[in-house]
Each structure stands twice: as C-alpha cells, then as structure tokens.
C-alpha cells in the first residue's frame, strides 16, 4: 500500500505579518496624501458650482428668447440666496483692499452688508445697490432668490428650483488689525437697466479651481474680479 506524505503547512511569521502591514500603512498614507480626500470633496463643490451657475445662464437665455415681456428683477440691486434664518451684519466674500468697519484695509476681503442699503465691493456698481435675499427657491414667480419666473416659457420651467451653493455660509472677519480667510460660500446675483444684462457670481473653494490653480475658473471667466466665479452677459457689473 501506498503511503501517502503528510507535509506540513507553513504560516506566515509574525514579522512577516508585521512588514505587510507597515506596507499597506505606508500605501495607505500615500494614497491619502496624493489624493487629499478633503481637497476632492472641495473640488467637487466647485464642479456643483459652475454646472449650477451654467443651469441658470441657460434657463435664463430661454426665458429672455422665449417671453415677450421679461422682467430680470430690479437693476442695479444685489440678490443673494441664503440658507435657514434671515442673515444680519455682514457677508465676507471675495476679494477688496477697502476697508470692513474696523478691519485692516490690507485685509483683501470683499464684503456686502445684509442690513444696509450697499454690498460694498460686491459688485463694481455697489455704491447704488441694494441687496435683496431670500431662502426661496422658487422659479414659478419672482419671490425666489432670483426673480425671474420661469414659469412665463411656453414649455414651463427648465428646471425645478433655483439651485444655491453646495457649502452655504456667511464667511468671517477678523478683529482689527488682523484677517481670517474663512470666505462665505453663497450664489449672488445682479442685473443691469440696459439690454437685459446680468451677471452671476460665485466663490470657487479649491486649489484647483480658484484663482491661480491649474484649473483656474475665477481669472479666466472675463469678469472683472479676479476671485470670484461670474457668468452671464454682462460681466462689468
């Protein structure tokens, strides 16, 4: 009768176990690092934000192309979506070497005042605006948080509702003498008295996308502030 060789089985030593996971760790951190989870998820905000502000240049070129008698809102006046309760003091965004109250005119940090009739440094007509917000998302009138009722186009609204920032905030500022770069996140709009211009505007979040990045949107969009994201057809406002 055959006799059949039982050999025994080797495991791993637990060196060996020990190596293998100091490996994957090292890849593990590696990965981490070159794809910068935090900077991913800012980036993707960005994407949400020049598609949403690309939606509503689109809505808006069809409702001018398909309404007889349009209505962009009021000229020369500043709205803004904003999220929960009715915002007070100041909104912190984009860039300004004027000075916020009390803060240091060096501190390069554009502001629009929610109680008062200014967005100063908002837009470069800001000493005649007058800023209007709403939490409304509304498109079928004009009490959503840009009033044009998309509802007038003889195929109804192209979209649903209004789209508003992915990161909604108001921002910061720091006390005197001193700046903290926690910009605001939310859409704003103006409109002009003349061949129904206006101009949308939002803050890109990421190194990428922001001004300077490799995939600069802020500078190269023909507007006229450099740190912040405008569309539409009037980008001198």
């Not at 060996?16 to 996971?21: A, M, P």
């Not at 794809?35 to 998820?41: S, W, Y």
């Not at 508003?164 to 910009?183: E, F, L, Q």
């Amino acid at each position: 009768m055959n006799k059949r060789k039982i050999g025994s089985k080797k495991g791993f030593t637990l060196i060996e176990l020990l190596v293998v996971i100091a490996i994957i760790a090292i890849l593990s951190v590696v990965v981490v690092l070159t794809l910068n989870p935090a900077e991913m998820l800012r980036r993707s905000r960005d994407s949400n934000r020049a598609s949403d502000l690309s939606m509503i240049k689109t809505s808006i070129s069809l409702y001018l192309a398909d309404v007889s008698s349009t209505s962009l809102g009021q000229p020369a006046t500043c709205y803004y979506q904003y999220a929960g309760a009715a915002p007070s003091g100041n909104f912190y965004e984009f860039t300004s070497t004027t000075a916020v109250g009390s803060e240091n005119t060096t501190a390069l940090q554009t502001y629009a005042v929610a109680t008062a009739a200014a967005c100063s440094q908002w837009f470069s007509s800001a000493p005649t605006i007058v800023p209007v917000s709403t939490s409304s998302r509304a498109v079928t009138g004009i009490a959503g948080w840009i009033p044009i009722n998309l509802a007038a186009i003889s195929s109804g609204a192209p979209i649903g509702q209004w789209p508003v920032d992915p990161a909604y905030s108001a921002g910061s500022a720091g006390s005197s003498g001193s700046y903290n770069n926690s910009a605001a996140h939310f859409y704003s709009y103006v409109t002009s008295s003349t061949n129904n211009g206006y101009k949308l505007a939002a803050k890109m979040e990421s190194s990428l996308y922001s001004s300077g990045g490799s995939g600069d949107l802020e500078s190269t969009d023909g507007g006229t502030d450099n740190s912040m994201y405008e569309q539409g057809t009037a980008l001198t406002l």
